[in-house]
């Protein structure tokens, strides 16, 4: 909790005792619970990605497309939301942690393959699938909610009305 804290103050580097100190507990104790910072950081992103709602992606492929792409927005900005911490924390180690950017990349693969069980026969029946399937990534990715609700400070209905819109322009 307190590395998430953390995080979540910005502070995506902390160090074992800026954790102990943010916990109110000795940087021994880090190290009681923990072999190193990469196992806190590993039990982390764990945790958060537990606290994501699931979503049966199978019969989200059933509804009607424009309330699939609705669900698909209200899922990725519920996932964002909950995990937008770590996930900027991953980002800015996968650069020094081999194991770290292995976990982005399995990530990344995994919304990928969400996107094809949720928009697979439409994407196929486009002219170009491999550009569509590329260009949903990027609508639904981690980076364009950070810049619709961080950088732009859009609120969550209007970030998530333009998701919609570029999505349905894309399908």
Known sequence: DALLDTYASGNLRPTAAQVAETAGLSTRSVYH???????????????????????????????????????FVEHRFDRWSMTGPVIRAGLLAEYDSKLVAELIRLGQKNW????????????????????????????????????????????????????????????
């Open 33 to 71: 619970h923990f072999d190193d910072m990469k196992s806190l950081i590993l039990e982390v992103i764990d945790r958060s990605e537990k606290r994501v709602t699931p979503v049966d992606f199978e019969a989200l492929s059933s509804v009607r497309l424009p309330d699939r792409i609705v669900g």
């Open 112 to 171: 990928i393959a969400e996107l094809r069980v949720v928009f697979g026969r439409e994407v196929e029946g486009t002219d170009d699938p491999v550009g569509v399937e590329a260009g949903l990534d990027v609508v639904f990715g981690f980076e364009m909610w950070h810049r619709l609700t961080h950088t732009r400070d859009l609120d969550h209905s209007d970030a998530s009305a333009i998701v919609v819109q570029l999505a349905s322009a894309l399908l």
